[in-house]
């Protein structure tokens, strides 16, 4: 089974019928068997973003607790490849939680990263190999 690895925009995206990909990640969303994985990285941008916006940040947890999400990946235990990745990619600049992702579907051969973020169009896994993408067209 194909494995999916959620960035913060599409989850914000989903949550907010204002944003430009509302109805594309709605879609995706419910084409996708959970569960989806993620970084506390993510989600944590993904939380701010929906509440600094006025949006219930709170379905993000149920989708915690309702295993929709899961959070597999450990920080502390990938230091050094997230920080050699965020050196690497310093001219973009890279962001945490951009890094972290990187680093999950590095681990996950079998995983595509579900993200509107262009930048994930340049970043690659193990230093050359394009990472396979659900983007917007």
Same mark, same amino acid.
């Given at each position: &089974? @194909?494995?999916? /690895?959620?960035?913060?925009?599409?989850?914000?995206? =989903?949550?907010?019928? $204002? @944003?430009?990909?509302?109805?594309?990640?709605?879609?995706?969303?419910?084409? /996708?068997?959970?569960?989806?994985?993620?970084? @506390?990285?993510?989600? !944590? #941008?993904?939380? =701010? %973003?929906?509440?600094?916006?006025?949006?219930?940040?709170?379905?993000?947890? @149920?989708? %915690?607790? *309702?295993?929709?999400?899961?959070?597999?990946?450990?920080? !502390?235990? #990938?230091? #050094?490849?997230?920080?050699?990745? &965020?050196?690497? =990619? !310093?001219? %973009?600049? &890279? *962001?945490?939680?951009? !890094?972290? %992702?990187? $680093? &999950?579907?590095?681990?996950?051969? *079998?995983?595509?990263?579900?993200?509107? *973020?262009?930048?994930?169009?340049? =970043? $690659?896994?193990?230093? $050359?190999?394009?990472?396979?993408?659900?983007?917007?067209?």
């Amino acid at each position: &089974m @194909e494995a999916v /690895i959620l960035d913060s925009g599409p989850l914000v995206a =989903y949550f907010s019928a $204002r @944003e430009a990909h509302h109805e594309w990640c709605v879609r995706h969303f419910d084409a /996708i068997k959970p569960p989806l994985l993620s970084c @506390e990285t993510a989600l !944590a #941008e993904a939380v =701010y %973003l929906i509440s600094s916006h006025g949006g219930n940040s709170g379905r993000i947890f @149920e989708f %915690l607790r *309702d295993g929709i999400i899961k959070v597999p990946f450990q920080l !502390a235990l #990938e230091a #050094e490849a997230v920080a050699t990745l &965020m050196r690497r =990619y !310093a001219d %973009l600049p &890279m *962001d945490l939680a951009d !890094a972290c %992702l990187v $680093r &999950m579907s590095e681990k996950r051969q *079998d995983a595509r990263v579900f993200t509107l *973020d262009h930048d994930f169009k340049i =970043y $690659r896994r193990h230093g $050359r190999q394009a990472i396979p993408l659900i983007f917007p067209d």
